[in-house]
């Protein structure tokens, strides 16, 4: 076991660690000592594939306001966001892309010089900040070169954390594994970040990258920190298919058509202001009634879809402003969009859901802070309106920098770490699972457990679906009791890493079920055929899990309402 020690430890090198670990150096300079764990090298981490923007009002002079992209946040989270956070986010938001824009972030530009915005599904105003349709990689790109230029920061790349040590309700240090030897790692730090990203590839058909598989809640979770809203599953309504890879929002956004088997613009019928720039759960919602009433198209291996049109934008625009959606579609279906439509369907995409923190991005434990998607800071509320997620991890991972580094010049102290605690870690990872011989397959486990969220927690779910799904989990959990590892080996073990992750989406599958489950209305993504109107009076609050001897334990909490008061939504 090798020991390891920093002044803080970030958990994730996406947007929001990234921010989070330059907030600290910029403010802390050598006399902080800052340890990057990733499981991942560096600029793999999934915000690179981020395309169509970043949320801010950069033109109050041209029509846009603080108040019209909070109202537009609010309203497009089905009223679950709490309403404070939202102010804060939107005030923040601006500083973020002129920051950027300094440190050298080659943003697209209008004509007369200033940075181009373009529109997004459920803002007023165009307002979606962008760099072509590759945005989150310039970004990674911008805030990596930045933090290499200030800062004591030492990366442990391909480091695969397995517990979060808590003691006294206080954080002591993170275990790991060091993949490319095979040693157990002990790290202690003053304070953590968690910016591990999303659950994603929790569904089969999923825009994520293999390597997203919260981690970081599920550490969390095991550790005593709640889960809040997990029920709320976002469906990016163009996946494309057979691959779900993301078609950006930022194809309609530029003025792309989603059209049925009989060439309409369906979204006439659902939302008639808005069209294809409505919120993305009114569009699944409307594309999966599409196809369920016979207007869709069919794959031969039964996959049903639609056809989203860019044909009539003409080759320039597409190529100046789409370009890596034209790459994408020519390398993976052998399609150019300048003259074929694509053919796509709604694909899991986003969890609105995370640990729980406090405004500042704090989680309940002291020392622990979260940010980015790993993070429920309550912004989203039901549903997140696009290009609000590149910019919540841009301004909570500058909060929480932020906090931290104030943290850590209070002279916080390094705890003493339970070491019993970390040996029992070992020992669960090394000993009793990899050396484990049962007689179930691992990967045909996580196979079913894709399957089956598909099925039972997709755009549309019932009582009787969620709780097939529920007891199926928890058939898959004590599966898991008896898997066999192929490979005894400790370096660089990709089964051993395979499994630790999907003991974690198991763990999350039954929350999110559960708390599906326990949500009897339909609201933002949490769509129910047999609930299917909001329930203001009974379910206007968030849903809190925590892990208890007996099982998951479900709580709530008030939303905070401090502005505007719930109305039907219409688009």
């Not at 230029?149 to 979060?164: P, Q």
């Not at 790290?187 to 089969?204: C, D, E, F, P, V």
């Not at 599920?218 to 691959?243: C, K």
């Amino acid at each position: 076991m090798d020991e390891i020690r920093h002044d803080v430890l970030v958990l994730g090198s996406g947007l929001a660690g990234l921010r989070a670990a330059l907030e600290i150096a910029r403010r802390l300079g050598d006399s902080i000592s800052i340890g990057l764990v990733s499981k991942v090298q560096l600029m793999r981490a999934h915000s690179v594939a981020a395309q169509g923007g970043t949320a801010a009002v950069l033109r109050t002079e041209e029509g846009d306001s603080l108040e019209l992209h909070a109202w537009d946040t609010i309203k497009g989270a089905d009223f679950l966001a709490d309403q404070d956070v939202v102010f804060r986010f939107v005030e923040q938001a601006p500083q973020e892309i002129y920051q950027l824009d300094q440190w050298g972030l080659p943003w697209s530009r209008r004509d007369d010089g200033r940075i181009l915005q373009r529109p997004f599904g459920g803002h007023s105003y165009p307002r979606a900040t962008m760099a072509a349709d590759m945005t989150g990689f310039f970004q990674m790109q911008t805030l990596y070169d930045t933090l290499n230029s200030v800062g004591k920061l030492t990366r442990y790349d391909e480091v695969f954390a397995t517990s979060l040590v808590v003691e006294d309700n206080s954080f002591r240090g993170i275990t790991a594994i060091n993949l490319s030897d095979g040693h157990f790692l002990v790290l202690r730090a003053k304070a953590l970040l968690i910016a591990s990203g999303g659950a994603g590839t929790l569904y089969g058909f999923t825009t994520y990258s293999q390597t997203v598989t919260g981690d970081g809640h599920a550490m969390a979770y095991r550790a005593g920190l709640a889960l809040e809203d997990m029920e709320f599953i976002q469906f990016h309504p163009t996946g494309l298919v057979p691959s779900g890879i993301l078609m950006t929002e930022g194809c309609r956004g530029e003025g792309g058509f989603l059209l049925n088997k009989d060439g309409e613009r369906f979204m006439e019928r659902y939302a008639s202001q808005k069209m294809e720039l409505a919120p993305r759960d009114i569009i699944c919602r409307a594309m999966v009634t599409e196809m369920q009433g016979g207007r869709g198209f069919k794959q031969e291996q039964g996959l049903g879809y639609l056809h989203l049109d860019l044909t009539h934008l003409g080759a320039d625009k597409i190529k100046t402003r789409l370009p890596l959606i034209r790459e994408v579609c020519m390398k993976f279906i052998g399609a150019d969009p300048i003259v074929s439509p694509i053919p796509v369907s709604p694909v899991a995409h986003y969890s609105m859901g995370g640990i729980e923190t406090d405004i500042n991005g704090a989680a309940r434990v002291k020392g622990v802070w979260v940010a980015g998607e790993a993070a429920c800071v309550s912004l989203h509320g039901a549903n997140r309106l696009g290009t609000n997620s590149t910019a919540e991890c841009l301004v909570w991972g500058g909060i929480c920098g932020s906090e931290m580094a104030g943290y850590l010049a209070s002279d916080a102290p390094l705890e003493e770490i339970p070491m019993d605690r970390v040996r029992a870690e070992e020992q669960r990872v090394f000993g009793n699972l990899l050396q484990q011989k049962g007689n179930e397959n691992p990967y045909q486990i996580r196979q079913a457990l894709r399957q089956l969220m598909d099925d039972c927690m997709g755009v549309y779910r019932s009582h009787d679906t969620m709780a097939k799904g529920l007891s199926v989990v928890r058939e898959l959990k004590d599966r898991f009791r008896e898997i066999s590892i192929s490979d005894k080996t400790r370096i660089y073990n990709t089964n051993l890493l395979n499994v630790l992750e999907l003991e974690n989406l198991l763990d999350l599958a039954e929350v999110t079920i559960l708390s599906g489950l326990a949500r009897e209305e339909s609201r933002g993504a949490h769509a129910r055929t047999d609930f299917p109107n909001r329930d203001d009076e009974d379910w206007l609050k968030h849903t809190l899990v925590t892990r208890t001897p007996q099982g998951p334990q479900i709580d709530y909490k008030p939303v905070a309402i401090t502005h505007w008061q719930p109305v039907e939504r219409k688009y």
